[in-house]
């Protein structure tokens, strides 16, 4: 961890030792009350593990009822998963009607829920689960019904009004939108959805009820530059955020039409924004789709691993009680589940990335370590890792032991990890490195996030790996592997450092200098800690691009790397 803290010591705030006290230096027009967390009773952070628990949007989308979320409410309780932590349910859009009532207050739509909000929510609480509700921070939700946010043109907002009567119905989770967000002249539109997420944060704040907040507002801006900013903002005010596009829907008219690309998009985008992300405030790469149609078994398996490896929230999107016994052992897996909830919280690293695989490694709180390996291939892959490139030292008296999370087999006392993984499958290990192996260092692929072409379904548009000298598709060559040390160097796995020589990039060989040192940013920039220019690359967005040294711009998509976390 203390090699972390001192390559993020750029960041604009500082946080309290446990979650739950930000202590924040804002400079802008939020006032420092108005951020402070709200914890649950009892001093413990809210969502201190990412949350866990089932929507109905990905599977029904308005096609529901109460009958529908209760009937999936009494599913997750028999069929073990709640009991397994889904305890989360949560009414995604479409709950509501157009306008509000004489009063001001939202309105249920009569045909789906004829005796009102209340009596589901308490139906809910019944079976000992949570209640989680969907609204829009904009005037209308994404679906076009009444919205929490500013009329078009400007007015009231009903933030506060919307809370109180959230609260008084038991609500303990709310999903914000933000669809149709008015922006006033003179404003830019960051700023108009800064202001309505503050003030939902305030509005939560006032009516005192912990209720989980998961904001919707950096998917609005995935693919400009003020997608940084907005990652950046958003943990002052709830506990997770998604990111960018929604995880393909379920359509009846064509129920087996695959939707593994939009697995493996998501998780392209959400896995370098590991910096962002702690107990307490957790980047959502959208729903578990994993069981439902338009995934295998095997890519039912990928998803639930790299979620789990990711510390994503695990929140279903199906149809619970048609779930295959397959699908439930999957969704339900203990040993994944104890992966995703670790009590660190930390993203996976990006060991490894061929045209075919992706290594995966997350350190656990109890010094165990996690490792995946997903094949993205149409081929069963054969895998073999040694521990020197998960970051353990590099001798043969380092020994792993380990156990396959997917069939419990375990390995006892091996100098690598081997599989055969099947075609779209990931495999997940939790293993055991003996003293020998020492502590893992920060060790993987250093990419360069290229977030500017939206809906870009290639992980080459996305990430690139950083290699002496230059930026390249990433292909698994060893010199793709970096270690990130404790004092801020980046050493190659050719056993040479980064550094800067007459305001140029350059390998040389280790010595413990400023020249070779680099301050990592929560917006993801590497400034050299000698020349306070940031790394970048030269020349257009594609094939190979040489490195340099850059006076360091704003979310410039050249100079926005992800390391090793
Ligand atoms: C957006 C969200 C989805 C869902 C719909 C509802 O697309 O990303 O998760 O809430 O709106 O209209």
Redesign the pocket.
């Known amino acids: 961890m203390a090699l972390k803290r001192s390559l993020e010591t750029n960041h604009s705030h500082v946080m309290g030792g446990g979650r739950g006290i930000a202590v924040l230096l804002l400079r802008t027009w939020v006032g420092a009350a108005a951020v402070a967390a709200l914890g649950a009773p009892g001093g413990k952070p809210l969502a201190a593990t990412p949350p866990m628990g089932w929507n109905d ?1 990905a599977h029904y989308q308005c096609r529901y009822t109460a009958n529908t979320i209760l009937d999936n409410a009494r599913a997750l309780v028999s069929t073990g998963l709640a009991a397994r932590g889904y305890d989360t349910v949560t009414i ?2 479409c709950w509501m009607q157009k306008d509000r009532d004489a009063r001001g207050n939202l309105q249920p739509n009569p045909k789906r829920f004829p005796k009102g909000m209340k009596p589901v929510a308490e139906a809910i609480h019944k079976l000992g689960l949570k209640f989680g509700i ?1 609204e829009d921070s904009g005037y209308a ?3 076009g019904w009444a919205g929490s946010g500013q009329p078009q043109g400007g007015g009231k907002y009903h933030f506060l009004q919307d809370a109180r009567l959230f609260a008084s119905w038991g609500v303990d989770y709310l999903k914000l ?1 933000a ?1 149709n967000v008015y922006v006033p002249p003179g404003e830019t539109k960051e700023e108009a959805y800064r202001k309505a997420y503050a003030a939902e944060h305030a509005a939560l704040k006032a009516v005192g009820r912990p209720i989980v907040f998961s904001e ?1 507002a950096p ?1 609005y801006f995935q693919g400009t530059p003020e997608w940084y900013d907005v990652l950046r903002w958003v943990r002052h005010y709830g506990q997770l955020w ?1 990111e960018g596009t ?1 995880i393909a829907t379920y359509h009846a008219d064509h129920p087996d039409a695959s939707r593994f690309h939009s697995v493996l998009w998501n998780y392209a985008y959400n896995l370098p924004l590991g910096r962002f992300q702690k107990p307490g405030n957790w980047n959502d790469a959208d729903f578990i789709i994993a069981g439902d149609r338009g995934l295998s078994l095997a890519e039912s398996r990928s998803q639930m691993a790299l979620w789990s490896m990711m510390s994503a929230p695990l929140i279903l999107s199906s149809d619970v009680a048609k779930l295959s016994p397959e699908a439930i052992a999957i969704l339900g897996n203990r040993a994944v589940i104890a992966v995703d909830q670790d009590p660190l919280g930390r993203m996976a690293t990006l060991v490894r990335r061929t045209g075919e695989m992706d290594v995966l490694f997350k350190p656990l709180a109890n010094g165990d370590d996690a490792v995946a390996v997903l094949n993205r291939s149409a081929a069963a892959l054969k895998v073999e890792l040694r521990p020197a490139q998960l970051g353990f030292a590099a001798t043969s008296a380092c020994r792993l032991d380990a156990q396959n999370l997917w069939n419990g087999k375990r390995q006892s006392d091996v100098g690598a990890l081997e599989a055969e993984v099947p075609s779209h499958d990931t495999v997940i290990w939790r293993i055991r490195a003996s003293a020998a192996c020492g502590r893992p260092t920060r060790t993987g692929t250093l990419t360069l996030t290229d977030n500017v072409r939206r809906r870009q379904h290639s992980l080459y548009g996305y990430a690139r790996c950083l290699v002496p000298g230059s930026v390249e598709a990433c292909s698994g060559a060893a010199e793709e592997s970096w270690t990130v040390t404790p004092q801020g160097a980046l050493r190659s796995s050719g056993g040479r450092c980064l550094a800067v020589a007459y305001g140029k990039p350059v390998m040389q060989a280790c010595r413990a200098e400023r020249a070779q040192h680099w301050r990592y940013t929560l917006l993801g920039n590497l400034i050299s800690a000698a020349d306070h220019r940031c790394l970048g690359t030269a020349g257009g967005e594609s094939g190979s691009q040489k490195l340099a040294l850059q006076p360091c711009g704003h979310n410039l998509p050249n100079q926005i790397w992800s390391l090793p976390n």
């Open positions: 949007w995604d859009d969907y939700t994404c679906g939108d669809c919707s998917a998604r929604d």
